[in-house]
């Protein structure tokens, strides 16, 4: 039987990840996941785990006022409140996509740049000025907020624990940066399903995930895989045309709520 056995939210893009028991799901994906991100306060362009390590160090959880919660070693956790119908509207670029979304202000400005160590904004996505996802997948009216291309990743712990079998070691599921995993199936079962149901929500697996240099680090100390693991065991058997495949993008379709614990039924 298969059955959700882990969630997991990223409420500031490429910041730390964290577990949850249960979430409800908008319309881009679970509540408060990826909407905030930072940027370069010059160019708008914006900074990830990819090129900046420490981020893997930067928590950023949502609050009870809607807001964010910033926290850090060594550095004053700050309260940074959700963004008004006032607030300045700040140029971004993200991949390809440029477009205005609103900025958090000063003080939340002073306190990231602190953390990043160069000038540094940080920016909110509401539901209104959501993006379109990747184009040539999903449907035309399929959105996103500030995830590379898709409001959900999902990935079977057997796969994990495949690519961890034939490294020889253990590899932690949040250097993949899932949203759902699933357990009972065999490794990479998911790349079959098209539709599957979790709980009372349904939702279709659009595209592939292909990974990046970002799984080589470690998600405790964001410190970089000598070896280039888990990259260079996942490209001796799950590259496709260049790009090395693990994990499986999805569109909900609809809002709801998840559970871990909850039954998944593959619908196609």
Request: with cysteine.
């Amino acid at each position: 039987m298969l059955r959700l056995s882990a969630l997991y939210r990223y409420p500031l893009k490429s910041g730390r990840g964290e577990t949850l028991q249960h979430i409800g799901l908008d319309k881009l994906g679970l509540n408060g996941d990826r909407r905030w991100m930072l940027v370069d306060e010059a160019s708008g362009r914006f900074l990830s785990q990819r090129a900046v390590a420490r981020m893997s160090q930067l928590s950023a959880l949502c609050n009870a006022d809607g807001g964010l919660t910033l926290s850090a070693t060594d550095i004053p956790a700050m309260d940074v409140p959700l963004p008004g119908v006032e607030a300045q509207l700040r140029g971004v670029t993200l991949w390809r996509d440029t477009f205005r979304v609103p900025d958090a202000g000063d003080a939340a400005a002073a306190w990231v740049s602190d953390f990043i160590g160069k000038p540094t904004r940080l920016v909110h996505l509401p539901l209104e000025r959501a993006r379109a996802t990747a184009a040539g997948y999903g449907k035309d009216d399929d959105q996103v907020a500030f995830a590379d291309g898709f409001p959900l990743l999902l990935i079977g712990q057997a796969s994990l624990d495949d690519v961890s079998q034939r490294i020889g070691r253990p590899m932690e599921m949040l250097r993949f940066r899932p949203n759902l995993v699933v357990e009972g199936g065999e490794a990479f079962a998911e790349d079959s399903w098209k539709r599957v149901r979790i709980g009372d929500v349904e939702f279709r697996v659009v595209k592939p995930c292909s990974r990046c240099i970002l799984t080589t680090l470690d998600p405790r100390t964001g410190a970089r895989s000598e070896d280039r693991e888990p990259l260079t065991t996942l490209k001796t058997y799950r590259e496709r045309d260049g790009d090395i495949l693990f994990g499986q993008n999805l569109v909900n379709e609809g809002a709801g709520h998840l559970e871990v614990g909850m039954p998944v039924t593959i619908l196609e």
